[in-house]
């Protein structure tokens, strides 16, 4: 991991200060930003271009406003890794009582297991789409693949996949380029959009958010920051390595920054790209992903057709070890495991063992009766509830002296902490007074 010796300073307007420091930049981008990435998952397209194809524009705002809470919790959750030297779980291990621990991981497993399954399902619609050939199969074939790649690949080099990864959220910039779009009347719905507080608009709004702010991005960004510490020579938690932190908190902040800003210009064109060509020919009903580049062939054309898809294939590449790999982070040290990437296979193996099985029975699932949509629903139910528990307890930890030492929360990044945990605490009473209604 880059400590203070290693990382260049960088400027107040958030940019390095010559060519071989934007080089450092680049290879400091990690954590934040494949965390970002991630968040734009095959389960989050879909519910972009539902969003774009029944509102239009309208709620394109909401990606300005979930921006700098995502920065803020994401950051939080960044420097507790950091600092301590250990995970969100490995910290509610040792401050909060076991019941509370075991109940919110189980519930962030359930819900990780139901969104593999459903990214899997998306990943493989989309391949047929390209190729056809059978879905299963190639279910099958995305599973043991992300597996394999957690399981053998050397993490060093797993990370820098990751990154490259990254680049495939690209062909939905790209995506928006290829069809026509009023931007004018795009720039007015994004500063003066009109609001309404109809039902249909608010459970939108409740599954924006719990789409962009989810549990699982919290433990992986914490995990991958405790990652880097074991792995760079000479790095140690800032608890006690003070002298490294000026350089660690800044490129935490720029990564996290760089990545969350990544996730939601991303999702806004696929909302845009949504707008501009399944709303505005009445294709107003998109269940997934998969359905919605179907129906952007005969709209817009076979490229812009064929990068939507691919797109949906790269983020689920992307996704499926966030989603499989923050498990294991969150059971591992719950209990106590060994656990890490960087780990061979054999002296970590209940770790990759859930990997593995969190992998499999997603992949189960699409042999299952289980409607996707549904099963969509209901991760989106649990990542809602259990998201704000998790973030009062995260904002507790971050601001304890006694956790965090020197480094506990400035003001600042504690109010917009607890801003984004009181949004999320509506977001979850309007997602359960809208399923009722």
């Known amino acids: 991991m880059s400590t203070s010796t290693t990382v260049p300073p960088v400027l107040p307007n958030g940019t390095p200060g010559n060519s071989s420091q934007a080089s450092r930049f680049l290879e400091a981008l990690g954590p934040g930003l494949t965390t970002g990435a991630a968040d734009d998952d095959p389960s989050g397209i879909a519910t972009y271009s539902q969003v774009g194809a029944q509102f239009g524009y309208q709620l394109g705002w909401t990606m300005l406003l979930t921006y700098p809470l995502m920065c803020a919790i994401q950051q939080i959750s960044a420097q507790i890794g950091r600092v301590t030297g250990r995970g969100l779980a490995g910290n509610l291990r040792r401050h909060t009582p076991g019941w509370v621990l075991h109940g919110l991981v189980a519930s962030l497993v359930v819900a990780n ?234 002296a970590a193996k209940a770790f990759y063992g859930t990997i593995a099985v969190a992998t499999a029975v997603g992949a189960v699932l699409n042999f299952s009766a289980l409607d996707p949509v549904r099963a969509l629903f209901w991760c989106a139910v649990i990542n809602g509830v259990v998201a704000v528990p998790i973030m009062v307890l995260l904002m507790v930890l971050a601001s304890r002296r006694s956790v965090m030492g020197q480094f506990h929360l400035s003001l600042p990044l504690k109010s917009m902490g607890w801003l984004a945990t009181g949004v999320m605490a509506l977001a979850a009473v309007g997602l359960f007074v809208t399923s009722v209604v």
């Open 113 to 346: 297991i139901l969104n593999i399954g459903a990214d899997l399902g998306a990943m493989a619609a989309a391949l047929k789409l390209l190729i056809h050939g059978p879905a299963i199969l190639y279910v099958v074939l995305f599973a043991v693949g992300s597996v394999a790649l957690q399981v053998f690949v050397h993490y060093s080099r797993y990370v820098t996949i990751l990154k490259w990864l990254t680049l495939s959220l690209f062909a939905y910039v790209a995506t928006a380029f290829t069809v026509h779009i009023p931007w004018r009347d795009v720039g007015i719905q994004l500063i003066l959009p009109r609001m309404s507080f109809d039902s249909d608009h608010i459970t939108a709004i409740v599954a924006l958010f719990g789409t962009t702010i989810s549990p699982y991005l919290f433990f992986w960004q914490a995990s991958q920051e405790v990652e880097r510490t074991d792995e760079e020579t000479g790095a140690e938690p800032l608890l006690h390595a003070p002298h490294q932190a000026n350089g660690e908190l800044d490129r935490i902040r720029v990564d996290t920054y760089v990545g969350m800003a990544f996730s939601n210009i991303v999702a806004l064109f696929i909302i845009i790209t949504a707008a501009a060509t399944l709303h505005a020919s009445g294709h107003t009903d998109i269940q997934t992903s998969s359905q919605a580049a179907e129906v952007l062939r005969p709209l817009a054309g076979p490229f812009t057709f064929t990068l939507f898809a691919l797109g949906i294939i790269g983020t689920g590449l992307l996704a499926l070890p966030v989603l499989a790999g923050s498990a294991g982070y969150a059971l591992g040290e719950a209990f106590h495991w060994r656990t890490g990437l960087a780990r061979e296979a054999r």
